[in-house]
C-alpha cells in the first residue's frame, strides 16, 4: 500500500519536503489557509506593479541554494545587482559591508516562484484554501478544517506553520499522549517579531546607488526599505516602488492603525531618511502586517524531534532558528527525506 503523508502548510519548508519526496512512493496532500503558495515569502500584484511583501530575496548562504534554484529553471530567475547599504538611528546612510551583497535571489514574476516550482517538480495536491484546525492521531493522523470537514487517513503528519500557529494546532489536536504538554510547550515558547510592511509607489524614478538600506543599529523606526524597480518584471519603467518594513516596536504599536492614517506618517519618514521631500507624497500606498514574522530562536530539537516515532513531523524556520527563506527550504528538504527513510523503514 502506498505510504501517505499530510503537509500543513504551502511555505518554503512544506513545498521543500514535498519536492524531497518527489521521486518517492509518497503521497503526498498540502492543505494551505491562503489561495497562494510560497507563506511569507510573498508576491502581490497591484496597479501594473509586482512586489515581494514579505521576504524580499532569497540568501545564497552556502552555494547549494543557487545549484537548485538553477535547476529549478534559469528562465525568470533575479539575481538583484544593486547593493544593500546600510543606515543607522539619526538616518545616516553607509555603504553596506560585502556579505550583504551576496547573491540576492528572486524571480521576475516574484519570490512565491519557489514554491510555484518546487511543487511543479512533484504530483502532490495542494488542498487551498484549508485552514487546518486540529490534528487526530489513532492508528494513523487525521485533520479537520474550519469547515468540520476530516481529511486522512495520513501515515505522516507534518506541520510547518509559525511556531503559535503550530502550537494552537497541537493544543487543538486529539493525541492521547504524555509527550504532548512538553511538545506544546517548547513550539509556543519559540518568540516572534513582528513586522508590518508598508508599499510607497511613485510615478518617477529615483536616482540612488543602492537596492535596499537596512537599519543596523535597531534603533529607527524603519527597518528596511528596498527598491523593487531592482528586480526586472515587477514595477513598469519610470516608476518607484518602494518596499518599507517598520521596525519591530514601530509594527506592534501601529500594527491595526488605518492605512490611509499611517501611510502618510511612513512617507515622511522616507522621505526625511532618503532627504527627498517628494517621497513625502507617494501616487498609491498598500501595507501587509506580519504578526509572526521573524522567529527569534528555534524549538529544542530533541523535545519536537521525540515526536517522530508516532510520525509526527515539524519544519520551518522557527525549528532550526534562522528566519530565513533558504533555512526554511532546506530544513524542509531535509525533514522530507528523513520521512521517506522512515516510510522506506531505513
Ligand atoms: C516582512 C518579512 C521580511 C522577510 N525578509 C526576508 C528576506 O529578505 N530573506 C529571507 O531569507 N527571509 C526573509 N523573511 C523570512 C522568511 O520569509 C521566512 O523565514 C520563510 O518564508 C519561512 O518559511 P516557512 O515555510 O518556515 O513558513 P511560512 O512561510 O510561514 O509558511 C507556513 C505556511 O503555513 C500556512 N498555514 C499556517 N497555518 C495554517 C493552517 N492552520 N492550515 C493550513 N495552512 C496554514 C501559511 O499560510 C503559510 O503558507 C522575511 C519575513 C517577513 C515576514
Redesign the pocket.
Known sequence: MTDSLAI?????????AAYALRDSDVDVTI????R???????TRRKEGCRY????????DADGRTTDLLSELGEDGLVDIEEPVWTFDAAGQLSEGDGDRDAH?WTWEDGITQL?KRLLAQTDVHVD??????SVERGDHWHLT??DGETHGPFDSLLL???AP??A??LAESKWNDERLPALIEAVGAVSYRT?R?YVLDYGFELDVPYYALVNTDKNHAVG?LSREECKPGHVPDGETLLVV?MSPDWSTDHYDDPLDESAPTVAQMVAELLDDERLSDPEWVDD?G?R????DDGAVDDVIRSAEDERLYF?????VG????????W??IETGERIGESLRGD
Open positions: 500543513v502548510g504551502a511555505g518554503a519548508a512544506g513545498a521543500g492543505f494551505e489557509k491562503s497562494g503558495v510560497c507563506g511569507r515569502a510573498a515581494d511583501h514579505g521576504a524580499n530575496y532569497i540568501k540576492k514554491a487551498q484554501p484549508t485552514r487546518i484546525e478544517d474550519t510547518t506553520p509559525p500557529q503550530t494552537a494546532l513586522i510592511t528596511w518594513q501587509q506580519w509572526y514574522a521573524l522567529p519544519a520551518g524556520d522557527w525549528v534562522d528566519a530565513r527563506v533558504h533555512a526554511a527550504l530544513n524542509g
